[in-house]
């Protein structure tokens, strides 16, 4: 899937300085222009027209990449906002 590959190209093309430590568990966030364009990019591809995580294509993205969405913070009527964590398992961007 393209959009996949350029979500990928978006997020590892994010400089270092574009990180900054979270107050939660999120550990250290991605920001900035890139940022904001990896944000709407995975609203779009992760997010149903109704507001929902799209399982099937978060699951497909996840199995053939090194970057893994997860839920964010959540609430009784489920996500509020995803997480796409970087292989080093301590930078992510949040999206949603």
Not at 7 to 25: C, H, K, M, Y
Not at 39 to 55: H, K, M, R, V, W
Request: hydrophobic share 40%.
């Amino acid at each position: 899937m393209r959009e996949f590959e350029k979500l990928v190209e978006l997020l590892s093309s994010i400089p270092q300085e574009n990180f900054r430590e979270g107050e939660d568990e999120y550990g250290l966030f991605a920001f900035g222009d890139i940022a904001s364009e990896a944000d709407e990019l995975a609203s779009e591809l992760f997010i149903t027209t109704n507001g929902q995580p799209d399982y099937e294509v978060i699951i497909e993205f996840n199995k053939n990449n090194d970057f893994k969405i997860r839920a964010g913070e959540t609430d009784s009527f489920g996500w509020l906002t995803g997480v796409i964590w970087f292989p080093d398992d301590e930078h992510c961007l949040v999206f949603g």
